[in-house]
């Protein structure tokens, strides 16, 4: 159950993301809550039933409930946001910059855990999802929260791991 079942899953050329899975989550110098959410969300993101389910069943154990809400929330809200805000930006007309959103975002200002972590996990879920303007935005917010570089990119670590466990697990389920 969990990453053990997710390396058992993933095929011999992936050996590196099994190793890495292990690595990331299990020994990262983040708190278990903000370790672990980020994993959480990320698998949201990474839409692949199995590695939702397995991460989601030991994050379980290491996350509150309110925690494992926030997690879903962060990426389902992002899932959102970095393709209104990546959409905006790539557009290149500035003139959509003072347009208001007019999208309800209420759980980031209620997240249900300590709005730092929220933060990681929202950066984590832009990293996958590729959107600059969050990325920035959450990393500033991050910084000014007093989490160090170390602590951003230990959850890009865990986000790009992560999502090439998704992506891996995709494929294989593909060409099966």
């Avoid at 839409?47 to 809400?69: C, M, S, T, W």
């Avoid at 209620?110 to 984590?124: I, R, S, T």
């Amino acid at each position: 159950m969990g990453l053990d079942a997710i390396k058992a899953a993933l095929p011999e050329y992936a050996k590196d993301i099994k190793l890495n899975l292990g690595s990331t989550i299990a020994t990262s110098t983040l708190t278990p809550t903000q370790a672990w959410g980020t994993a959480l969300a990320c698998a949201v993101a990474g839409r692949n039933p199995e590695v939702l389910r397995e991460i989601a069943a030991e994050a379980a154990d290491h996350l509150k409930p309110e925690a494992v809400e926030a997690a879903k929330g962060a990426a389902t809200i992002m899932a959102m946001n970095n393709v209104y805000y990546r959409a905006k930006h790539l557009i290149g007309d500035e003139q959509y910059q003072s347009i208001p959103a007019r999208l309800r975002m209420q759980i980031i200002a209620k997240p249900g855990v300590d709005k730092a972590d929220f933060e990681l996990w929202c950066l984590a879920v832009s990293a996958i999802t590729g959107c600059g303007v969050c990325l920035e935005s959450h990393e500033k917010t991050l910084r000014n929260a007093g989490f160090s570089r170390e602590q951003v990119h230990e959850g890009l670590r865990i986000a790009a791991v992560v999502h090439a466990a998704a992506v891996t697990l995709d494929a294989k389920a593909a060409l099966a």
